[in-house]
């Protein structure tokens, strides 16, 4: 099992950077397939980026956002850059078992953070 917690969110301008952090514990990131995912309001839960041996990001995040991992800290990073107000919703860490094809599909994800609320006025 493991415990995830997000931080980092907060306004910021268009066209600004932000990056989240999401601290695990109980066990390792690197046993499982890590993602990041959002919702605004009124929408349902998408996908954003997931990191295992491989990095895959939907395409309106591509190019803007990097999804890393920290070994030391037992930390995912998301690094946001070139923001738009359509980023605007609550970011979401979740942890699913390493060999998930789905990485896609919220309920293919065990364990969730809290969520963390990041607001890009324009």
């Known amino acids: ?17 932000l990056r989240l952090s999401c601290a695990a514990s109980g066990r390792t990131f690197k046993s499982y397939l890590m993602g990041w ?22 395409d309106s995040v591509k190019g803007r956002f990097t999804i ?8 995912v990073y ?3 850059s070139s923001l738009k107000p ?8 979740a ?3 390493k060999y998930t094809q ?3 599909i919220p309920r293919n994800y065990d364990y ?9 006025s324009s």
């Open 37 to 58: 995912f959002r919702q605004a309001p009124g929408k349902e839960r998408e996908f954003v980026a997931a990191i295992n041996w491989s990095t895959y990001y939907a």
């Open 1 to 17: 099992q493991v415990q995830l917690v997000e931080s980092g969110g907060g306004l910021v301008q268009a066209r600004g950077s």
């Open 86 to 93: 359509e980023d605007t919703a609550v970011y979401y860490c």
């Open 68 to 75: 890393s991992g920290d070994n030391d800290k037992n930390t």
């Open 112 to 120: 969730w953070g809290q969520g963390t609320q990041v607001t890009v």
């Open 102 to 104: 789905g990485w896609t």
């Open 95 to 97: 942890a699913a078992p």
């Open 78 to 80: 998301l690094q946001m």
